[in-house]
Each structure stands twice: as structure tokens, then as C-alpha cells.
């Protein structure tokens, strides 16, 4: 409960409360604009303990006059069952208002929701759907990236006909949209080979580097290992032990392990350098 409260504190924007929270009522909340009256829901999640059942009424006025922002957070609210029964259905309104208000964000928890059955009966149809929604309607590489990991699992589990070419093109294009976890996905494909896609070690090689750079742990530890055995690049232990002390850094649990093995092979001096290249990428 206390992380979905979190959660539903950074939903609503962050700004200070100039005056008392004040107790909900019809006839003030027709007098404030939807931004006014989300502030107001601010200012009781605010107090301590929030009192969650003012800023609920007032997340739903605000949202009924148009606040984008409340519509979401009204939803997590029913979602979570904070101050409330759950209410999954009355979550899912929110977000398809939210959604069609124009934040692209809550068309993927709505493909979520039903893929994963949050509160729902799974529904894998209604959810791929929404992500071919939000992705025709507004060209999201958010939701490209969500689609291609749902395709990606079909293809693992030898689903017909193969959906892996269609993943890989959709990581592509997201990928060049910017999104860099879409790197990680297309490396794994190159790399074990999936469907009809064929393994290509260059092109997971590639993919790796890509998302190594992007701040991937576990392609920047899977760079190192490559490193410090020469495989498909070139074998250089400072590079090596640079990736695996960024990996390391990012959480990777195996990186401290290939660190750990590097040492002993390498010198002071290029004990430095490895870590004055880790510095120098993290300072970019």
C-alpha cells in the first residue's frame, strides 16, 4: 500500500500547497477550475496521514472538468483500492479517458491490465489490441516495444504464423524512435535466434553496443564478457572491466564476478584506465 501510494503521489504534479487542504463539497468545486480542484486532491494527499478519501472526490471532479492528470490518478485510486474498494472496471474508465484525452501512457496500462489480468479476467486479444491502438492512433514506440515483448513471448512458445519478423521490425522502428530498451530485445533475437529470425552474432553484437551505451546493465555486462574473451570484438581487458564496472554499477548481479575475475589479469595502470573510461562515460 505505502509503494502505491508513492506511486500515485507522483502521478499528480508536484507543487506547493499555499493553504489548507479544504473539505470537498459541489458547490466549491463548481467554483474551481479542473487544475484548482486537482490541487485541492494534492493538498489532502499531502497531510499526513493523506486523507485519500477528499482527494478521491476531488480527482473525480477535477477529471470530470478535464484534467488529464486527475483522470489518471482517479484510476490508480480505484486500481489500487486505495481509500476505496478496487474497482478495476471504474480504473479502466479513468484511464480510457485519460488515454483518449491524450496521454498515449494509460492505452499501454490498459493493455497491460488485460494482458495480465490486473483486477481483470486475462484478456490477451483486448490487450494486444490496445497496443495496436495506441501505436495506429499515435504512432507510440512505447507501445511498439510493448507489442514486440508480447510477440516475443508468442515466438518462444513456437505460436503460428511466427510473429518474430514482426517483433524485430517493431523493435527496429522503436528503436530509432529512441527507445534503447528496444536494443536489449533485438540483441537476445540475434543472438539465440528466434522463429525465423536467424541468429546473426554480428547483429546481436551490434544491438549489444547500442544498448551497452544506452545504460543496458546486462548488455553492458554481456559487452564485457565478450571483451575479455575476444569474442566477435576485439580482446581488450580495459574495455572489459570498464563495462563490467558500469554493469556492476546498474545492478547487474554478475558483473562483481567478471570484475572480480579481470583483476588478477591486469596491471595497475590499466586498472586505471578501465576505471577513468568507466568515469568518463558516466560523466557524458
Do not use: C
Request: proline share 5%.
Amino acid at each position: 500500500m505505502r509503494t502505491a501510494l508513492l506511486i500515485l503521489l507522483l502521478l499528480v504534479l508536484s507543487a506547493p500547497a499555499a493553504a489548507g487542504p479544504k473539505s470537498y463539497s459541489t458547490e466549491l468545486a463548481a467554483t474551481l477550475d479542473a487544475e484548482e480542484q486537482r490541487l485541492e486532491a494534492e493538498r489532502h494527499l499531502q497531510r499526513n496521514p493523506p486523507d485519500l478519501g477528499e482527494a478521491r472526490q476531488w480527482l473525480e471532479s477535477a477529471a470530470e472538468s478535464g484534467s488529464v492528470e486527475a483522470m489518471g490518478a482517479a484510476g490508480w485510486l480505484y486500481e489500487q483500492g486505495l481509500g476505496v474498494e478496487p474497482d478495476p472496471d471504474r480504473a479502466m474508465t479513468y484511464y480510457r479517458q485519460a488515454y483518449e484525452a491524450g496521454d498515449n501512457e494509460y492505452g499501454l496500462r490498459l493493455g497491460w491490465m488485460n494482458l495480465q489480468g490486473h483486477g481483470v479476467e486475462p484478456d490477451r486479444a483486448r490487450g494486444e489490441e490496445w497496443f495496436r491502438r495506441v501505436i495506429a492512433e499515435r504512432d507510440d514506440s512505447k507501445a511498439r516495444l510493448a507489442l514486440a515483448s508480447v510477440l516475443i513471448a508468442d515466438a518462444s512458445a513456437n505460436v503460428q504464423p511466427d510473429p518474430a519478423p514482426e517483433a524485430r521490425d517493431l523493435l527496429a522502428r522503436a528503436l530509432d524512435d529512441g527507445i534503447t530498451g528496444a536494443a536489449y530485445y533485438l540483441a537476445r533475437i540475434y543472438m539465440d535466434g528466434l522463429g525465423s529470425v536467424s541468429r546473426d552474432r554480428a547483429r546481436a553484437i551490434h544491438y549489444a553496443r547500442i544498448g551497452a551505451e544506452g545504460g543496458h546493465p546486462e548488455l553492458q555486462n554481456w559487452l564485457a564478457v565478450l571483451h575479455a574473451r575476444g569474442e566477435g570484438v576485439p580482446l581488450d581487458l580495459v574495455e572489459a572491466y570498464k563495462w563490467a564496472s558500469l554493469a556492476a554499477a546498474g545492478g547487474n548481479p554478475s558483473a562483481e564476478r567478471v570484475r572480480q575475475e579481470l583483476e588478477p589479469q591486469m596491471d595497475r595502470e590499466s586498472l586505471d584506465e578501465a576505471r577513468r573510461r568507466a568515469l568518463q562515460w558516466l560523466g557524458r
